[in-house]
């Protein structure tokens, strides 16, 4: 699975403002979200959790060939399955997801990518319900998904008693449709900070604010 932009985003943009102590990336894929949060915490407990095989191996490889291979850890498991385990147990400070998002009925006919990128996989529910329950008192939830769900999941994370304080809405280009939606939730209501970030302005011709945002993890920006 490649490193996708979204995941970027995401590692990059997720609030620290609680120190996290403890971090849980759902759905980690190759890992790259978690390394990024390992780079830019002190959070002694980053776990991650992965269903799909080939990608948890990758993760695995991944976390024991960086520098925080102590404080990462990863689970072959379904999150149901991690929840069940860990529920009243464990409690995350932070927990970080990049869901899958085609909502449309089409399958590719790749069942990897399938699970990695349908809805069906993981629903909105199930992801909110989860994290509810591992979430520490004070803890912070981050999610990239597609803007036109928002709302959706807005209204269904309240029904959890999670509520935003911080969105971005992604654009690729200044004049493209708004895609994607950052959203960062606690259990406090509270007013909602409300961002706008672009990526490019032409094709590779990364924006000030893209560069600022992601320049501590590529090599070349």
Not at 61 to 78: G, I, K, M, Q, T
Not at 131 to 148: A, H, Q
Request: aromatic share 12%; glycine share 4%.
């Amino acid at each position: 699975m490649k490193v996708g932009t979204d995941g970027v985003l995401l590692g990059a943009w997720t609030p620290l403002y609680n120190d996290p102590y403890t971090i849980l990336d759902i759905g980690s894929g190759t890992g790259l979200i978690a390394l990024m949060l390992a780079q830019r915490s002190e959070a002694s407990q980053i776990d991650a959790v992965e269903i799909d095989q080939e990608a948890f191996s990758q993760c695995y490889e991944n976390f024991e060939s960086s520098p925080w291979v102590d404080r990462l850890y990863v689970y072959h498991a379904s999150l149901e399955d991690f929840t069940e385990e860990f529920f009243e147990e464990t409690t995350y400070d932070l927990i970080v997801s990049n869901p899958p998002f085609y909502t449309e009925q089409y399958k590719s006919g790749n069942d990897q990518r399938d699970t990695a990128r349908f809805t069906d996989a993981l629903s909105f529910e199930t992801l909110i319900a989860c994290t509810e329950g591992l979430l520490s008192e004070d803890g912070i939830f981050s999610v990239i998904i597609p803007y036109k769900e928002e709302s959706k999941f807005i209204e269904l994370a309240s029904e959890y008693g999670l509520y935003p304080f911080k969105i971005c809405h992604v654009q690729g280009t200044p004049e493209s449709e708004i895609k994607r939606s950052m959203i960062a939730l606690t259990r406090i209501l509270a007013e909602i900070d409300i961002q706008n970030l672009i990526i490019e302005t032409q094709r590779h011709q990364y924006t000030e604010d893209y560069i600022q945002l992601t320049k501590d993890f590529y090599l070349n920006m």
